[in-house]
C-alpha cells in the first residue's frame, strides 16, 4: 500500500518555474515506478512524466520535454516535477501516482494515485 500526497502548486505567470513535490508512505515506495499525469478541464487525464524506481530512467511527453524534469529521492520518499518556462497550457490538475511496472505511461496500469495540486499559468 502506498499512500501519496501532492503539492507545490500554483498560480504563477507564463516563463515561471514551480517545483512540484509528490510524498509517498509506506516501506515498498523505492520499489514502483512512479509517474507524473495532468488533467485539465473537460479533458482527458493526460501523461506528463515517468521515472523508474532508480531514478536512471525518465521519458516525458512531447509537450513538456525539455521543460519539465522528474526526479525522486527515495530516501525521503519523494518525487519531484520540476516545470520550467510555464505555458497557459500546463494549466491542470497534476497527479502522481505509483506502478509496480517498468515504462509506464498508461494511466490504468498505476496503482497508486494523490489527490491532485492545481497549477494556474497566466498569461
Known amino acids: 500500500q502506498v499512500q501519496l500526497v501532492e503539492s507545490g502548486g500554483g498560480l504563477v505567470q507564463a516563463g515561471a518555474s514551480l517545483r512540484l513535490s509528490c510524498a509517498a508512505s509506506g516501506r515498498t515506495f523505492s520499489s514502483y515506478s512512479m509517474g507524473w499525469f495532468r488533467q485539465a478541464p473537460g479533458k482527458e487525464r493526460e501523461f506528463v512524466a515517468r521515472?523508474?524506481?532508480?531514478?536512471?530512467?525518465?521519458y516525458y511527453s512531447d509537450s513538456v520535454k525539455g521543460r519539465f524534469t522528474i526526479s525522486r529521492d527515495n530516501a525521503k520518499n519523494t518525487v519531484y516535477l520540476q516545470m520550467n518556462s510555464l505555458k497557459p497550457e500546463d494549466t491542470a490538475v497534476y497527479y502522481c501516482?505509483?506502478?509496480?511496472?517498468?515504462?509506464?505511461?498508461?494511466?490504468?496500469?498505476?496503482?497508486?494515485w494523490g489527490q491532485g495540486t492545481q497549477v494556474t499559468v497566466s498569461s
Open positions: 501516482a505509483a506502478t509496480p511496472f517498468v515504462g509506464e505511461r498508461d494511466l490504468r496500469r498505476y496503482d497508486y
Open positions: 521515472i523508474s524506481w532508480s531514478g536512471v530512467s525518465t
